[in-house]
């Protein structure tokens, strides 16, 4: 009986067919990065203010002093969300008294942006933020409040909110990806094995044959010779198998937590960008181009060393260079922005082996189902990630102090998980490895077997 790499093998691991299929998933990516990150700019929140209208009869002291000023990263602006009572400050410019001097500015009655923003276009020009405030507060200014539900100053709350909707998950780009792996991307020849679809996986192979000029066999899959993994009563999975027993739940779980929180840190970490110091476009290029290298060290560290040795590794790299930056002093901002930098490229790492590492752990007939549940628990942590970088309107540090600590956690869960390198893919559930902490109890035969004579699997890019 022969298995599916010993009836593959004459295809070569690198070549032009792989090569190939290696470019289309690349490229169904492409539309993710547009989607989930033109956000930042679209959703941006300029410096604002409350609007005081043209009409109000105030003296040019009075129309400078009629916003509070609030103490934000040691400089004073003005209050976003409150202005004092156009009224009563009306009436003080009308009998000729001075803010400052003639009244307590501090004892005066504030109320809510009841005329709406004024915004800064000095990063922005216009944003979803911007527009959509005004198109709101303009349906309360004119009577229509019962479309909205809502009262003028909850709007002030409504930045991350947008943000969060507008970021939440990669809809639109998937329907495009979906096309692409359609037209172009054949079905993997395993899972039709699985099916016991053998001609359309000889087809298959055979194309990859030719492509990468070798020689195929007249017969490829020969179903009297091909080892069968599969059972008959094996063949129909559901979701519930995934929870099956108590060690593919607790790995299922850990996989989800994984996944989510590697997710958070990834996106709040790339969505708080234009919230460093400097430049605001400066530092999104720097946060995009430190993934480059944070995805070759991926690489290269996935082609040689155990999974969740390197995923752990990485993961307190980010999450302790993140809890550091409590401690820079305020006027060395270079060097926060440095550690955010460094903390982007050990949760990028990290991210980016997810992938290979859950696809290594399941078997074959539950494998897509698996790396499809993380993927949607992954699209939570970025839903969830807005109201992380939204902390930060609190206190500054408080987003990397939660981040860090999750990331540094996650990091530990890591070390837990079995380890998938140089172990032949499961191809039934009961081939699953334990989760590091479980008793192994009894063995099955065909375990054994494997752990005894494993075949080295390197998974390549």
């Known amino acids: 009986m022969r298995d599916y790499e010993e009836v593959t093998a004459f295809l070569g691991e690198w070549g032009p067919f792989q090569r190939l299929i290696f470019f289309l998933l690349s490229a169904s990516i492409i539309p993710n990065g547009f989607n989930g990150m033109s956000v930042v700019f679209l959703a941006g929140t300029p410096e604002h203010h409350c609007r005081v209208p043209d009409s109000a009869n105030l003296s040019s002291a009075w129309r400078n002093h009629s916003v509070p000023l609030l103490l934000q990263n040691g400089r004073e602006v003005p209050h976003s969300c409150r202005r004092y009572r156009l009224a009563a400050i009306a009436n003080f410019s009308a009998l000729g008294l001075e803010p400052g001097r003639d009244v307590d500015l501090e004892q005066l009655e504030q109320e809510g942006c009841l005329d709406g923003w004024e915004y800064s276009q000095d990063v922005y020009l216009s944003t979803i933020v911007t527009e959509v405030w005004q198109e709101e507060h303009s349906l309360l200014h004119h009577g229509c409040a019962d479309r909205l539900q809502l009262p003028a100053d909850l709007l002030c709350q409504l930045g991350d909110v947008h943000r969060a909707v507008c970021h939440r998950g990669h809809g639109p780009d998937l329907q495009l990806c979906g096309g692409l792996h359609t037209g172009f991307i054949p079905e993997s020849p395993r899972w039709l094995l699985s099916q016991k679809r053998f001609r359309e996986a000889e087809v298959i192979i055979q194309k990859a044959a030719k492509m990468n000029n070798k020689v195929a066999p007249a017969v490829i899959f020969d179903p009297a010779e091909l080892q069968d993994p599969y059972p008959l009563k094996e063949q129909k999975v559901f979701i519930l198998d995934l929870f099956r027993t108590r060690n593919i739940a607790t790995l299922t779980i850990m996989s989800v937590l994984l996944w989510m929180l590697t997710s958070v840190g990834y996106f709040a970490l790339s969505l708080d960008s234009p919230n460093l110091h400097g430049d605001v476009y400066l530092n999104c290029f720097l946060s995009a181009l430190i993934e480059v290298p944070a995805y070759v060290t991926a690489w290269l560290l996935l082609r ?158």
């Open 304 to 461: 040689t060393l155990p999974r969740r040795y390197i995923i752990a590794g990485v993961l307190f790299l980010g999450g302790g260079v993140l809890l550091l930056i409590q401690l820079v002093p305020a006027d060395y901002s270079f060097v926060s922005i440095g550690l955010a930098m460094l903390g982007k490229f050990g949760i990028t790492s990290a991210f980016s082996m997810l992938y290979v590492f859950t696809a290594e752990l399941y078997p074959t007939l539950v494998r897509n189902m698996a790396v499809g549940v993380t993927s949607m628990a992954s699209r939570v942590g970025s839903i969830i990630a807005p109201y992380f970088v939204y902390l930060g309107a609190y206190n500054r540090l408080l987003p990397y102090i939660i981040m860090g600590s999750l990331t540094v956690f996650i990091g530990i869960v890591t070390l837990f998980f079995p380890e998938s390198f140089g172990v032949t893919l499961p191809e039934t559930l009961d081939q699953i490895q334990k989760v590091k902490g479980f008793r192994s109890g009894k063995r099955s035969r065909d375990l054994l077997e494997r752990e005894e004579n494993p075949k080295v699997l390197v998974t390549a890019f």
